[in-house]
């Protein structure tokens, strides 16, 4: 192992890492060492660094699991990988004594030669492992939970591994409370502003490659009008904004799943666009297919956002509130 602990001058009360790269301390401990105080903030451990060892004072069971997210820390440092403040929250999420006990680098899934995606919550770990397991999964939970961008990044793994021969992604092209009225341009255009947030994770996930994929039909970005009456084989399928579908749009997405396809559905019922704010659609599949065989469905919380740290607490007040 790269790092090792051992006792410090205060025997209980401190303890001691050693690392073998003063560069890649450095780079663990984030500009301004503010990797460190975000260590510190969230779980009352005094870290202090001497060169290429690093001091960790408080109590046992925070000296330890502090220790663990910085030897994980390291490790992906080791192995070329940069690290920012998303990865130590992370890293943090996976070493709660409430979570599943599962690390980060467990269940990352390769988008294209170069990318890599990997969960960054116990959430994440369970929501990819039902995509493995299920030719369809429902992802529920509030905005910033990585639902969509995850099923994108899935959807793009199974393409890299020729598992699927196409990505198609949908949205309800429903407005979130607003009337833009008549928009200029073809039908693409039209539908375009909608159908952006799938467009921002396709190419997060998959780089420059995705136009290239989309001009040859690979991927296929359309609003949920759009499926009717097709069949879609060979296909991995993500729909999204699930909560502004009705009954009726739900049953035929869901019924246009074809031979060795998979489809996965994401939506927030708390956001619905719908009259009278009601994800009915969703809410009605959820109940009706909780106990079909071949059906997942991962939930997540507000403590599952991995947006900018406010969201949660966004998400949490106004989820109080409406309770």
Same mark, same amino acid.
């Given at each position: #192992? ?13 303890? +001691? ?21 975000? &260590? ?8 202090? =660094? ?32 940069? /690290? ?31 990318? /890599? ?6 959430? =994440? ?5 039902? #995509?493995?397991?299920?030719? @369809? ?21 199974? !393409? ?26 073809? +039908? ?9 947030? &799938?467009?921002?994770? &396709? ?6 490659? *995705? ?7 690979? /991927? ?10 097709? *069949? ?17 749009? #739900?049953? #035929? ?17 708390? =956001? ?9 659609? !969703?809410?009605?599949? @959820?109940? /009706? ?35």
């Amino acid at each position: #192992m790269s790092a090792r602990a051992k006792s410090g001058p205060r025997k209980g009360e401190q303890l +001691l890492l050693e690392f073998g790269n003063n560069k890649l301390v450095a780079a663990l401990s984030g500009p301004h060492q503010k990797h460190f105080a975000r &260590l510190e903030q969230h779980l009352s451990v005094l870290i202090s =660094q001497r060169g290429n060892l690093i001091a960790l004072s408080g109590p046992a069971d925070a000296r330890a699991r502090v220790a663990a997210i910085l030897r994980a820390l390291y490790a992906r440092l080791e192995a070329g990988e940069s /690290i920012t403040l998303a990865e130590v929250d992370a890293e943090i999420r996976f070493t709660d004594p409430a979570a599943a006990g599962r690390g980060a680098h467990e269940g990352a899934i390769r988008t294209a030669g170069s990318r /890599i995606t990997k969960p960054r919550s116990p959430a =994440q770990s369970t929501y990819l492992d039902l #995509m493995r397991d299920n030719p @369809l999964v429902f992802g529920i939970g509030p905005a910033g939970t990585g639902k969509t961008y995850l099923a994108a990044a899935f959807g793009a793994h199974m !393409l890299f591994q020729r598992r699927v021969e196409r990505l198609i992604l949908s949205r309800p092209a429903l407005e979130a409370g607003e009337r833009l009225g008549f928009l200029p341009g073809d +039908l693409k255009e039209k539908i375009d502003p909608y159908l952006r947030p &799938l467009y921002d994770a &396709l190419f997060d996930v998959l780089g420059e490659q *995705t136009t290239r994929l989309m001009d040859q039909g690979v /991927i296929e970005v359309a609003p949920l009008a759009f499926m009717r009456g097709r *069949t879609l084989s060979r296909a991995f399928v993500i729909l999204d904004e699930a909560q502004n579908t009705t009954p009726a749009q #739900m049953k #035929m997405m869901l019924t246009r799943l074809g031979e060795d396809s998979q489809m996965v559905v994401t939506g927030d019922p708390s =956001q619905s666009d719908l009259p009278g704010n009601v994800a009915t659609g !969703l809410n009605e599949a @959820l109940s /009706i297919l909780k106990d079909v065989e071949g059906v997942g469905i991962a939930r997540f919380a507000e403590a599952d956002v991995v947006r900018h740290a406010l969201v949660s607490r966004v998400v949490a007040a106004y989820s109080a509130r409406g309770k």
